[in-house]
C-alpha cells in the first residue's frame, strides 16, 4: 500500500522533495501546503498533486495523509513538525532541525511520545561519495580520525529573502552552509558528541542582521577536532559544500574532490586512491542524494524503526549552532 505524502513548502527544496517522492516506490504525492496560492496551484499543477492546503492545520484536519516533508523557513520547523508528530503523522524536516536546541528538544519529544518518526534532512549523508570516505573510515584505512576540515561556503553570491533575516531563519550562513559542514564531519568521524565550540561569526559581506562569515572549532568527545568554516558572499572557497577532509594516523582522506592520501613509509612514496568520481560534478547537490533520503524515510515509517539522521543526530548539530553563536558573542569557548 502506498504512503501518502504532503509537502509542506514549494520553494526550492519543496521542488527537489517532490522529485524525490516521485522516484521513490512505494510513495505517492497526495497534498501539499503554501500560503501563496498562485505558487500553491503551479507546484500542485508541475506534481500532479489532487489536493492543496493553505495552512498545516487545514491538512491535519483532513486526515489526509501518512507522512509530511517539511521545507519552509526555519522558525516554522517546530511548529509544523510537532502539530504533525503529536497527530501521529511521520515527519521529515529540512535542515537545520529548528531555530534552536530548545526547539529541537520539544519536536524530539513530541516524536517520542507519539511514536511519529522524526527524520531531519541532513542530506550529505546519503551521498555518494561521502558514503564511499565513511566507508574507508570505517575499514580503517586512515586510522584513528584526529582532526577534520570542512567547508560550508558560497561564493561571490549568496541568498536573499527569509535566509537573511534573523526572526525567520535563526541564523545566517552558518544555520544555511554551515550546519551542512558540521553535520558531514560529525558522520564521517563516527557521530560523537561535541564536547565545546568556539567560533569567530560576523557581518562583513551585506548589510544583515545575521552573520555571513564564520568560523567554527568544535571538540567530540572521541578526541577529535573539526574546523569548519562557513559563509556567503566569500572571495573563494577551498572546497564546495560539505567538502571535508580527514586526517587519521594512517592517512588523509577527503570529499569534493574525493580520494584518499596513504604514506608508505618504507618506500617513502605516498599512495593516491582516486574512486573515479569526476570532479567537479555538474551538479553538485545531485537528485539522487535526495531520493536516497527519501527512500531511507519511507523504510523508517514502515520498519517502525528511528531513522537516521533522526533528532538525535539534528540535536546534537543544534547545540552546536547554538554554542558556536554564543561564543561568538562572549569571545568564550563554551562548553557542552
Same mark, same amino acid.
Given at each position: 500500500?502506498?504512503?501518502?505524502?504532503?509537502?509542506?513548502?514549494?520553494?526550492?527544496?519543496?521542488?527537489?522533495?517532490?522529485?524525490?517522492?516521485?522516484?521513490?516506490?512505494?510513495?505517492?504525492?497526495?497534498a501539499?501546503v503554501?500560503?501563496?496560492?498562485?505558487?500553491?496551484?503551479?507546484?500542485a499543477?508541475?506534481?500532479?498533486?489532487?489536493?492543496?492546503?493553505?495552512?498545516?492545520?487545514?491538512?491535519?484536519?483532513?486526515?489526509?495523509?501518512?507522512?509530511?516533508?517539511?521545507?519552509?523557513?526555519?522558525?516554522?520547523?517546530?511548529?509544523?513538525?510537532?502539530a504533525?508528530?503529536?497527530?501521529?503523522?511521520?515527519?521529515?524536516?529540512?535542515?537545520?532541525?529548528?531555530t534552536?536546541?530548545?526547539?529541537a528538544?520539544?519536536?524530539?519529544?513530541?516524536?517520542?511520545?507519539?511514536?511519529?518518526?522524526?527524520?531531519?534532512?541532513?542530506?550529505?549523508?546519503?551521498?555518494?561519495?561521502?558514503?564511499?570516505?565513511?566507508?574507508?573510515?570505517?575499514?580503517?584505512?586512515?586510522?584513528?580520525?584526529? %582532526?577534520?576540515?570542512?567547508?560550508?561556503?558560497?561564493?561571490?553570491?549568496?541568498?536573499?529573502?527569509?535566509?537573511?533575516?534573523?526572526?525567520?531563519?535563526?541564523?545566517?550562513a552558518?544555520?544555511?552552509?554551515?550546519?551542512?559542514?558540521?553535520?558531514?564531519? %560529525?558522520?564521517?568521524?563516527?557521530?560523537?558528541?561535541?564536547?565545546?565550540?568556539?567560533?569567530?561569526?560576523?557581518?562583513?559581506?551585506?548589510?544583515?542582521?545575521?552573520?555571513?562569515?564564520?568560523?567554527?572549532?568544535?571538540a567530540?568527545?572521541?578526541?577529535?577536532?573539526?574546523y569548519?568554516?562557513?559563509?556567503?558572499?566569500?572571495?573563494?572557497?577551498?572546497?564546495?559544500?560539505?567538502?571535508?577532509?580527514?586526517?587519521?594516523?594512517?592517512?588523509?582522506?577527503?570529499?569534493?574532490?574525493?580520494?584518499?592520501?596513504?604514506?608508505?613509509?618504507?618506500?617513502?612514496?605516498?599512495?593516491?586512491?582516486?574512486?573515479?568520481?569526476?570532479?567537479?560534478?555538474?551538479?553538485?547537490?545531485?537528485?539522487?542524494?535526495?531520493?536516497?533520503?527519501?527512500?531511507?524515510?519511507?523504510?523508517?515509517?514502515?520498519?517502525?524503526?528511528t531513522?537516521?539522521?533522526?533528532?538525535r543526530e539534528g540535536?546534537?548539530?543544534?547545540?552546536?549552532?547554538?554554542?558556536?553563536?554564543?561564543?561568538?558573542?562572549?569571545?568564550?569557548?563554551?562548553?557542552?
Amino acid at each position: 500500500m502506498s504512503l501518502k505524502v504532503a509537502i509542506i513548502g514549494t520553494g526550492n527544496i519543496g521542488h527537489v522533495h517532490a522529485r524525490a517522492v516521485h522516484n521513490t516506490p512505494g510513495l505517492v504525492l497526495k497534498a501539499a501546503v503554501d500560503n501563496q496560492p498562485d505558487r500553491l496551484a503551479t507546484f500542485a499543477t508541475e506534481f500532479k498533486i489532487p489536493t492543496q492546503y493553505s495552512s498545516v492545520e487545514e491538512l491535519l484536519k483532513s486526515g489526509y495523509l501518512d507522512a509530511m516533508v517539511i521545507g519552509v523557513p526555519n522558525y516554522l520547523h517546530a511548529p509544523f513538525a510537532t502539530a504533525a508528530l503529536k497527530a501521529g503523522i511521520p515527519v521529515m524536516v529540512e535542515k537545520p532541525m529548528a531555530t534552536s536546541a530548545a526547539e529541537a528538544e520539544q519536536m524530539a519529544e513530541a516524536s517520542q511520545k507519539s511514536g511519529a518518526a522524526l527524520m531531519v534532512a541532513h542530506c550529505w549523508r546519503f551521498d555518494k561519495e561521502v558514503g564511499w570516505l565513511k566507508q574507508q573510515v570505517q575499514a580503517g584505512r586512515l586510522g584513528k580520525i584526529i %582532526r577534520t576540515k570542512g567547508y560550508g561556503v558560497h561564493v561571490h553570491w549568496g541568498p536573499a529573502g527569509w535566509f537573511t533575516q534573523k526572526q525567520s531563519a535563526g541564523g545566517g550562513a552558518l544555520a544555511d552552509m554551515g550546519i551542512h559542514a558540521i553535520d558531514t564531519a %560529525r558522520f564521517l568521524a563516527g557521530d560523537p558528541q561535541p564536547v565545546s565550540v568556539y567560533a569567530r561569526l560576523d557581518t562583513y559581506y551585506k548589510e544583515l542582521d545575521v552573520d555571513d562569515t564564520g568560523v567554527i572549532l568544535i571538540a567530540w568527545d572521541n578526541s577529535v577536532t573539526s574546523y569548519i568554516e562557513s559563509g556567503w558572499w566569500q572571495p573563494h572557497m577551498d572546497g564546495p559544500e560539505a567538502s571535508t577532509q580527514l586526517y587519521g594516523l594512517a592517512g588523509f582522506g577527503q570529499v569534493f574532490p574525493t580520494r584518499l592520501e596513504l604514506p608508505n613509509v618504507k618506500e617513502m612514496k605516498v599512495e593516491v586512491i582516486d574512486p573515479g568520481f569526476p570532479f567537479p560534478r555538474q551538479e553538485h547537490a545531485q537528485q539522487e542524494m535526495y531520493d536516497a533520503q527519501m527512500a531511507c524515510f519511507a523504510a523508517s515509517i514502515r520498519s517502525g524503526q528511528t531513522p537516521t539522521p533522526g533528532s538525535r543526530e539534528g540535536l546534537a548539530n543544534m547545540k552546536i549552532v547554538d554554542a558556536a553563536y554564543k561564543s561568538a558573542q562572549t569571545g568564550k569557548v563554551v562548553e557542552l
